[in-house]
């Protein structure tokens, strides 16, 4: 059997790769090998790779039905090919409640953490807009003053004169 370019492909070496340490890398042809790296290569080293196998590929998963409308009324699990409706096991049942009761508890506690920071920020705006509003007022009291004083001053220049 002669080899071709086909059959391998080149992999520049890496830096810090040692010999015998394993490589991943992604073939050309999209897959992904693991491989050893062989004594006597280093680091910047072109190493001949077989060139792996690309899976068969998987024929399209059967189409589902189209999931009902919003707020459309369905009657239970949809029929089975021989128009028997299909059940699911108990196990199944029970791995499905836990599952959907477990994100129910999650979403629950993220519910009362995002209510928590609400109720935080709610309390800091507060503070905030009262913080605004005495420096407001102080502001006012300032410009206020600022005036006094431009008046006084011109009232002492006018005696100057």
Do not use: C
Request: no cysteine; aromatic share 4%.
């Amino acid at each position: 059997h002669k080899s071709t370019m086909a059959d391998h492909f080149q992999v520049k070496l890496p830096a810090g790769v040692v010999p015998g340490q394993q490589l991943r890398v992604t073939a050309p042809n999209g897959v992904a090998i693991v491989f050893t790296v062989p004594a006597g290569v280093s680091a910047g080293s072109l190493l001949r790779v077989p060139m792996p196998t690309p899976p068969s590929p998987q024929p399209p998963p059967p189409r589902q039905p189209n999931p009902p409308a919003f707020g459309e009324q369905t009657q239970g699990p949809p029929p089975a090919a021989d128009g028997k409706k299909t059940k699911m096991s108990p196990k199944t049942l029970d791995y499905t409640v836990s599952a959907l009761e477990e994100l129910g508890n999650r979403l629950r506690k993220e519910g009362m953490d995002l209510k928590s920071e609400v109720e935080k920020l709610t309390e800091e705006i507060t503070k905030l807009s009262s913080e605004k509003k005495d420096k407001n007022d102080r502001l006012e009291e300032v410009e206020e003053q600022i005036l006094k004083i431009k008046e006084t001053i011109s009232t002492f220049k006018s005696q100057l004169q």
